[in-house]
């Protein structure tokens, strides 16, 4: 099986581009397992991987100004990239460059991917820019915002260090029947899904 599985990924010709949008773009390695789930996935379709890696804070606006070359660079890799990709992560340097790469996904119908923090800016991006919540943000980033939109979850410790996610499976209800949400699980009423989290949307 490995055999064959490495016969095939030697003979892709067609590629596909996957703009990796993140803060740690220098160490390919805190991306490990994501890339190697891009791997398995652009085998599967027949399709040859490459990763454009594109530093989140290059994406910002204050980046134009300070380091305009790299600015455009990562604006260039972006823009030509048939998926976009914003991995998890902690803290709030380079988020605004996310959440300019979310709304680039959005606005243009390019694939987006968002994984835990990736997920964050995916909503808030779209509750500013779609909802008009203009200071819509994660209470991870802005504690104080007024229209928060990712939330602490509720039986979560913010005292106790270390062993506060939410692990495991966890049923998930939905309370507005025929939704898009409901509709990703053949219309159930629940759906218990796996979670590493700390944050939610409420």
Partial sequence: MWTKRATKLDKLKTSVKIAMVG???GLSDSYLSVIKALLHASVA????????WVPSCDLEDSSAKETPEAHKKAWKLLKGADGVLVPGGFGDRGVQGKILAAKYARENNVPY???????QIAVIEFARSVMKLRGAN??????ATTS????FMPEGSKTQMGATMRLGSRRTY???????SAKLYANASSVDER???RYEVP
């Fill in 23 to 25: 803060k740690y773009t």
């Fill in 45 to 52: 379709m027949e399709r040859k991987l490459v990763v454009e």
């Fill in 138 to 143: 994660s209470t991870e980033f802005d504690p």
């Fill in 195 to 197: 979670h590493r989290h």
């Fill in 148 to 151: 928060p939109c990712v939330i």
């Fill in 174 to 180: 939905f309370h507005v029947s025929g939704c898009k």
């Fill in 113 to 119: 991917l968002g994984i835990c923090l990736g997920m």
